[in-house]
C-alpha cells in the first residue's frame, strides 16, 4: 500500500527535493559524440541514492526499478547537466524520486530538459530482507566517537 504521507521520523528532510550537477567530459561520450546512455542511467541511480540517503539518514535503500527511462535529446560534450530530483511516493518499504534532467552548454544559459524517469528503491536490512521504511533507523556515530575512530 503506497501513502502519500511521509512517515513520522524527525531525521527526515522534509524538503525531499536535491539538485546537482555533473559536466559531460570526453570520456563520458560514445562513438558517435554524445553521451553515453549508460552514464546518464548511472549518475541518474547515484543523484536519486544520496537524496534517498539524505531523506533518511541510518537507512540501507537499494535500487529497484526506474519506470519509463526517456532520452528527450543528445547531450554534447562541455554540457552542464543538472539533476533535479523529486520525492513522488512513499510506501511500506519503498520510496520513489521523480528526476529530470537538464543540460546547458557551458558557453550558454539555456537549459533544455534531456531525460527523466521515476526511480524506486526498497529499505533493506543486513540480509537484504526489505523492512519498514517507518522502523527506526540504526543509530548514527556520535560525533566523539568518529573523532575517536579517526585516529
Sequence with gaps: ?????????????????????????????????????????????????????????????????????????????????????????VGRTSVTYHVEVFRRHIESREETSVFTTDITFVRVGRNGEKIPISSAPPPMPSSASRKRGSR
Design 1 to 89: 500500500m503506497t501513502s502519500s504521507a511521509l512517515p513520522p521520523n524527525p531525521a527526515v528532510w522534509y524538503d525531499a527535493r536535491m539538485t546537482s550537477y555533473k559536466l559531460v567530459m570526453p570520456g563520458d561520450l560514445n562513438h558517435y559524440g554524445f553521451l553515453f546512455g549508460g552514464k546518464m542511467l548511472m549518475w541518474v541511480d547515484e543523484v536519486a541514492w544520496m537524496t534517498v540517503s539524505g531523506d533518511y539518514p541510518g537507512y540501507n535503500f537499494v535500487t529497484v526499478g526506474m519506470s519509463e527511462v526517456t532520452f528527450h535529446k543528445s547531450v554534447h560534450p562541455q554540457s552542464v547537466l543538472r539533476f533535479e530530483t523529486t520525492k513522488l511516493r
